[in-house]
């Protein structure tokens, strides 16, 4: 049986505008793919940071009355750290192609309500309110299923949507 080619193409504008909105299930699945990845990208930079750490400190962890203590600075560093790595990971793809690695695959680009990549001010806005509807219980996720045309909360403030490509639509 022979597999046929999906030829790839580009959406023009008035094209973007018609695409439905992204489902609820589509999006967590893409934000499952992104999760893995941004999780590997902090276990290469925590063995960094605990490697550097480990240079100029005496310990990196002390057994304190049978509990494995981490050093409050180097706990603040990696948290700063994880949070600089998430944010730089999602503002960055959706800069550059409105879509992270889950995005592609699911075949969802995050744009403007123009149908334009979206600004530096959206993008933040976006990434800042997302957290808070994700873990409230997916208020902010839930949000899709009242609003009129599908978007989350996060999405309503920033002024952003997410839509489903259409297959021939594949950046590869």
């Known amino acids: 049986m022979a597999k046929t080619k999906i030829e790839r193409r580009i959406i023009a504008e008035h094209e973007l505008a018609q695409l439905p909105r992204a489902g609820l299930l589509r999006r967590l ?9 941004v999780a590997s990208i902090w276990l290469i930079l925590g063995y960094i940071i605990i490697f550097v ?4 400190a005496e310990n990196t962890s002390v057994l304190i009355e049978g509990e494995v203590v981490t050093p ?20 960055w793809f ?5 879509q992270t690695l889950g995005m592609i695959a699911w075949r969802i680009r995050a744009l403007n309500m123009n ?12 990434y800042a309110l997302a957290w808070p509807s994700f873990w409230c ?10 609003n009129s045309r ?8 920033s ?12 950046p590869f």
Not at 94 to 98: A, E
């Open 115 to 126: 149908n334009q990549p979206m600004s530096l001010r959206q993008a933040l806005i976006r």
């Open 159 to 170: 002024r952003t949507k997410t839509v489903v490509l259409p297959k021939d639509a594949r």
């Open 137 to 146: 219980l997916g208020i902010g996720y839930l949000y899709m299923y009242v």
């Open 150 to 157: 599908g978007d989350a909360m996060h999405e309503a403030f």
């Open 72 to 91: 409050r600075l180097l706990s603040l560093i990696q948290f700063i750290m994880m949070i600089s790595t998430m944010t730089c990971f999602y503002v």
């Open 53 to 56: 750490y480990g240079i100029f």
């Open 29 to 37: 699945a893409a934000l499952l793919y992104d999760m893995f990845l």
């Open 94 to 98: 959706w800069l550059r192609t409105g």
